[in-house]
């Protein structure tokens, strides 16, 4: 399998004036860089965010004629997993999604937006309802979404408001979140999909006021929740035994972001006080408690290069093996991106994640945490034919060394006509851990026919 992902690279490079993006997913377009350091991130379409514009870009001097906007697109998935793990082995899903958007642009320059998404996996109907946990059924058969729903608009020519479930992207890593917290992931299927097609909208409250070349963000979160994890019995959890519920919490937290672009380069310093996703088990629940992060992410743009850097400091972190003892975190990233090809991108990004005053307990964490953790991501991406084929590489892997597990992806995306796109490609789950070789048998292929309307 991997010798076939080396070859799928290989044949790219070698017919290559160009690769495009290749870093996260097959499900939707990868999100590509540009010479423009600005890129907009915003989950299901939105026009978001946390990247620094000056005030030209108001509502207010949009279009301000009152319209509506209805669209939506329908998608057919299948995939073929090499497993020999029944009921997960041969094809492993056959999944129906229909993702609907509405958008209403009102007079005075202000617009709501909402989409949501629901699926049915007919696989489980196919296979037979009793080969698979309850657990499964419940988290994976079929689900109904709300993603955005959102109000936004102009006060002034220097303040922008949004109001509603959305997602604010934080850093300028593709691959690695680093400094990206504000907004949970959908992991129930790891490394097939982008993370920006796994990020999860969260109720917020947020301004953007612009003061020259710099952008003031204050931000309430107003909803809390947690990312989505593979459920047990699952072919990426085979644990039989149910996973603990998530405490609720209905709090307000609040988050800070000033960014500033200038030529050539631009700085973003944030802040937050969120409850910590991963959490840790305590009193039967799954206990998510407030922790603080401090952050920063400076990018410079040097002809076709760009480097990307983040760094972020966590404090009052718990775990489930430590008690009550609290722990802060520093991770840092450093990223790479050469865009001197045509109609080609490939990046790079290195990140470490450093524990104080590491407790050797941490090692019997349900997944096992170390003292120092790695992670490497390699992306490739390219256009071909017009830009009606575009063919992306993934490959990230953890450890100092490359050798703690990972995954790497390979896919292709064809513009079969006007609205009418598939994607085919394979995913080869990579051993070294014990994270990692408890899946490292879920290879698969996929292939979806996505319609847009």
């Known amino acids: 399998m991997r010798l076939a992902l080396g070859s799928i690279l290989l044949i790219s490079l070698l017919n290559a ?24 991130d915003d989950i299901m379409e939105g026009f978001d965010d946390e990247e620094p514009n000056k005030p030209s870009h108001s509502i207010m001097e949009r279009d301000k004629r009152s319209n509506n906007s209805f669209t939506g697109k329908f998608t057919q998935q299948v995939a073929y997993s090499y497993s020999d793990d029944a009921p997960h082995d041969n094809i492993s899903s056959f999944k129906s999604s229909l993702f609907l958007d509405y958008e ?42 709300l993603y955005d729903a959102y109000l936004e608009g102009s006060l002034s020519d220097k303040l922008d408001i949004k109001l509603g479930r959305q997602v604010v992207v934080w850093g300028r ?50 909803e809390q929740r947690f990312s989505k994890n593979p459920p047990s019995g699952s072919a990426f959890n085979p644990n039989p035994h149910s996973i603990p519920a998530d405490k609720s919490y209905s709090d307000i937290t609040p988050a800070l972001s000033i960014g500033g672009e ?27 408690d407030e922790v603080d992060m401090f952050g920063t992410a400076i990018n410079i743009l040097k002809g076709s290069w760009l480097l990307k850097s983040e760094l972020a400091y966590f404090n009052g972190l718990k775990y489930s093996t430590t008690g009550d003892k609290e722990f802060k975190r520093t991770d840092g990233l450093i990223g790479l991106e050469y865009n001197g090809i045509s109609d080609t991108i490939i990046s790079y990004d290195v990140a470490l994640r450093a524990i104080s005053d590491y407790d050797n307990r941490l090692q019997h964490e349900p997944i096992e945490t170390k003292e120092r953790t790695y992670q490497n991501a390699l992306r490739i991406s390219s256009d071909f034919m017009n ?11 953890f450890g100092s060394k490359l050798n703690e597990g990972g995954f790497q992806r390979a ?29 490292s048998n879920n290879d698969m292929m996929f292939m979806d026919i996505n319609y847009n309307f």
Do not use: C
């Not at 009102?106 to 037979?128: H, L």
């Not at 380069?265 to 009193?283: E, P, R, T, V």
């Not at 830009?387 to 892997?397: Q, R």
């Open 173 to 222: 890593s593709d691959t690695i979140r680093i400094t990206d917290v504000l907004n949970p992931l959908d992991n129930r299927r790891p490394g097939m999909v982008d993370i920006e097609d796994l990020r999860l909208p969260v109720a917020m409250a947020k301004a953007d006021y612009f003061l020259g070349d710099w952008r003031i963000t204050p931000i309430a979160i107003l």
């Open 411 to 439: 896919w292709l995306k064809y513009d079969i006509s006007d609205g009418i796109y598939a994607n085919v490609g394979v995913v080869d789950y990579i051993g070294g851990s014990k994270r990692f070789d408890a899946v």
């Open 262 to 288: 200038f030529s050539g380069w631009d700085i973003n310093f944030y802040a937050s006080k969120l409850h910590n996703d991963s959490g840790y088990f305590k009193s039967g629940k799954i206990q998510h």
């Open 17 to 40: 004036e160009s690769l495009d993006d290749v870093l996260d997913g097959f499900d939707d377009e990868p999100s590509t860089s540009s010479n423009s350091i600005s890129k907009d």
């Open 104 to 145: 209403h642009k009102f007079t005075n320059g202000f617009k709501f937006k909402t989409n949501a998404k629901a699926y049915y996996d007919s696989i489980y109907d196919i296979r037979g309802l009793d080969r698979y946990s309850q657990d499964e059924k419940d988290e994976l058969k079929s689900e109904v979404e």
């Open 387 to 397: 830009a009606t084929i575009k063919a992306n590489y993934l490959i990230s892997l």
